[in-house]
Nanobody, 117 residues
Framework: QVQLVESGGGLVQAGESLRLSCAAS????????MGWYRQAPGKQRELVAT???????NYADSVKGRFAISRDNINHVAYLQMNSLKPEDTAVYYC???????????WGQGTQVTVSS
């Protein structure tokens, strides 16, 4: 059974930082692509960042230079460091895992990030 559990969300003021964590179980973490997505009220879910098994990173233009994705392959945790947060970053943030062998994908339940002006 696959489980992705996000944590670290909360309420912050613009310009502050948060770090989200995604604890994974039931997957071969070291070979999976890990990603962070977000969904704001009234909008579609969008890609924030991904990191491949080899450490290659991909970011949405809106977060480049402010967010950083990383992974701990020993403890099976993916992180999203969010700096210089803006009100438009307010959303529910979801962890995603993609198995590159069979292309199965899994989602966490999400964690709320709210940035006040």
């Amino acid at each position: 059974q696959v489980q992705l559990v996000e944590s670290g969300g909360g309420l912050v003021q613009a310009g502050e930082s948060l770090r989200l964590s995604c604890a994974a179980s039931g997957i071969i973490f070291s070979i999976n692509v890990m990603g962070w997505y977000r969904q704001a009220p009234g909008k579609q879910r969008e890609l924030v960042a991904t990191i491949s098994a080899g450490g290659g990173e991909n970011y949405a233009d809106s977060v480049k230079g402010r967010f950083a994705i990383s992974r701990d392959n020993i403890n099976h945790v993916a992180y999203l460091q969010m700096n210089s947060l803006k009100p438009e970053d307010t959303a529910v943030y979801y962890c995603n895992s993609l198995n590159v062998r069979d292309l199965t994908t899994f989602w966490g339940q999400g964690t709320q990030v709210t940035v006040s002006s």
